[in-house]
């Protein structure tokens, strides 16, 4: 049987917090509201979690999922990665500066010496390299990428907007290359900043996150 997915790590992790902090376990409608899902999607999640032998529930009372087995030593394996705003796959745009939520990624995605963000993607001008509307990306935080490399940049022409793109560096300008056949490539001399690199695309179909 294979294990949780990441989402279904992030419900177990934060059944154990609610239960850390107030001695019961949250309700049905409580985990939807946290993870801003669905009261179906919420019981979707914990039917599968209880599939896969990880909680237990007595679905006639409330407040009664309880963790199979102490998953401390799981969630110290975790990293928090902040979210930060929205990343346009297509025309730029502003993206908030204030923390929007926290997402948990199992420490073995991420490189121990790297600092990363989250961004939500909006558009589809990156859809040819499987990036789509909706997405969550995870980005490494570094101030230069390779040639080739998808980044997240700022704009400061493009009113002062984030983009994520294709990154080149060419003779005397930067391309930032979409992958919708649809779009064309821009050109900048300057005002382009590296934000980091693309590391992960988190993406929900319903109630699975992949």
């Known amino acids: 049987m294979k294990g949780p997915t990441i989402r279904q790590q992030a419900v177990l992790a934060f059944i154990a917090d609610y239960i850390n902090d107030h001695t019961y376990p949250p309700t049905i409608r409580e985990l939807g509201a946290h993870f801003s899902i669905s009261v179906k999607g919420a019981h979707d999640h914990v039917t599968a979690l209880k599939k896969k032998g990880l909680l237990k529930q007595d679905e006639k009372k409330s407040r009664t999922m309880e963790l199979v087995t102490n998953i401390k030593t799981e969630r110290e394996s ?25 997402i948990r990624l199992p420490r073995s995605m991420l ?5 990363y ?7 589809d001008s990156m859809e040819g390299e499987g990036i789509m509307d909706g997405d969550t990306a995870i980005i490494e935080q570094q101030s230069t990428v390779q040639n080739g490399e ?6 400061d022409n493009e009113e002062e ?16 290359q979409p992958s919708n056949p649809r779009l064309k490539a ?4 300057d005002g382009v900043k590296v934000l980091g ?9 319903g109630n699975a996150t992949l």
Request: proline share 3%.
């Open 197 to 205: 690199r693309l590391a992960h695309i988190i993406r929900s179909y």
């Open 150 to 155: 998808i980044a997240v940049v700022w704009l």
């Open 117 to 123: 963000f989250a961004l939500k993607v909006r558009g």
């Open 78 to 102: 975790f990293v928090e990665i902040p979210i930060l705003g929205t990343v346009a796959a297509g025309t730029p745009i502003l993206a908030e500066e204030n923390l929007e939520g926290i």
């Open 111 to 115: 490189k121990k010496t790297s600092q």
């Open 186 to 189: 821009k050109y900048y001399r």
């Open 161 to 176: 907007g984030v983009t994520i793109k294709t990154f080149y560096k060419e003779s005397n300008r930067i391309r930032l």
